[in-house]
């Protein structure tokens, strides 16, 4: 059987594993930080409604600048924001992929706190463009001071910085993302995928985009507007930005069936983020009741908790499965993360993780050495 050393493939993929979590088919299914809410049934109907309307034009390619969908998306996000400011993709992987394209590339560098969103390393190999791990500070934050001495030192082409970060939903103030904004001279990408689940109140680097045309925050709908399956991300920057993407991206990328789904789902994003107030006071009780098992929640901005103090991550992930729980095993040490869920199915989760009684939860000091070495 043909393996891929078989095959000439490029000598820097050799030995690379793709991006993928577990896909189980359970009861219970909180591993990959999805909105487990539905769609509203009258949104659901509206989006079938425009996707049967553009299904009877495919004969003809879509609009290749989906003007429609990029002036939704500006009205959507406000902050002054017009459709030159905007671009969308499959996904913001695909976003995030097409800025690597743009801007990275061999001989060029971009910059990630590790531990971060694991596709960010794979998306710059795709992209010929060297990756670069810089540490955080400790408890999986991030000062500007630690921040701005990483860019210092490396000279990157490109900064990631995850807002709030996956998988350890650590929040990133705006005077980290404004003191890396300042002292790159490169591309600052700033990753928003989970924003809509910050406190509220909370700043979005939206504010910060006025007079930094080098600074671009990227979006999706696949979070909080529950809106995964659709693959839709966008991203705000200078139009001088969207003009860069426009070079390396497919013709005709974004299929009118997308379009037109995304606009039913703009059209109603009111309804379509109803769920985000229900999400986050899961997201607190998991927080509270993983505390009181003995546990250690990080601080989350996002819809999932990364806890520590596990004593055998993988014999515990494990329990919970043959229970009909899937939850992630990241591979931080002494950690796990689940996603919040509905208020039944984080009670299902919270009394599975009780039932399995306090030798899940290692010692105070095996906690302490899993923190320092995560």
């Not at 690379?16 to 509203?40: C, D, F, M």
């Not at 919970?320 to 002494?334: A, M, S, T, W, Y």
Request: aromatic share 6%.
């Amino acid at each position: 059987m043909t393996s891929l050393d078989d095959l000439p493939i490029r000598d820097d993929l050799r030995g690379r594993s793709p991006y993928g979590a577990p896909q189980k088919t359970v009861p219970v299914a909180l591993n990959v930080n999805e909105n487990t809410h539905p769609i509203p049934e009258d949104v659901a109907h509206d989006v079938v409604a425009r996707v049967a309307e553009a299904i009877l034009s495919l004969n003809r390619y879509p609009d290749r600048e989906f003007t429609a969908l990029r002036e939704a998306l500006a009205g959507y996000l406000g902050h002054g924001l017009e459709a030159a400011n905007l671009w969308a993709a499959n996904g913001s992987n695909e976003v995030l992929q097409q800025l690597l394209q743009a801007f990275g590339g061999p001989g060029r560098t971009a910059l990630g706190f590790s531990p971060t969103y694991s596709m960010y390393p794979l998306l710059a190999a795709g992209t010929g463009t060297a990756w670069i791990d810089a540490p955080r500070d400790a408890d999986f934050e991030l000062t500007a001071e630690t921040a701005v001495a990483a860019v210092h030192e490396h000279d990157p082409d490109l900064v990631l910085l995850c807002a709030p970060n996956n998988p350890t939903g650590t929040p990133v103030s705006l005077e980290v993302i404004e003191a890396v904004a300042d002292a790159a001279r490169g591309i600052v990408i700033v990753d928003e995928a989970y924003f809509e689940f910050a406190e509220p109140g909370a700043p979005s680097a939206l504010t910060l985009l006025a007079g930094r045309p080098r600074l671009v925050v990227s979006r999706t709908m696949s979070k909080a507007f529950a809106f995964a399956g659709a693959r839709v991300g966008y991203l705000a920057a200078d139009p001088a930005v969207t003009d860069a993407v426009r070079l390396v991206r497919l013709p005709y990328h974004l299929s009118a069936i997308t379009q037109a789904a995304a606009l039913g789902a703009l059209a109603h994003s009111d309804e379509m983020l109803a769920t985000v107030a229900d999400i986050r006071g899961q997201r607190e009780r998991i927080e509270r009741e993983l505390a009181a098992l003995g546990f250690r929640p990080y601080r989350s901005g996002a819809n999932f908790v990364l806890f520590g103090g596990v004593a055998d991550p993988h014999a515990v992930f494990t329990a919970l499965l043959e229970r009909g729980i899937l939850i992630r095993d990241i591979g931080l040490p002494g950690t796990l993360r689940v996603t919040a869920g509905t208020e039944t199915e984080t009670t299902a989760f919270l009394e599975a993780l009780a039932a399995l009684g306090s030798a899940a939860v290692a010692v105070d000091a095996d906690t302490e050495s899993a923190r320092r070495s995560a």
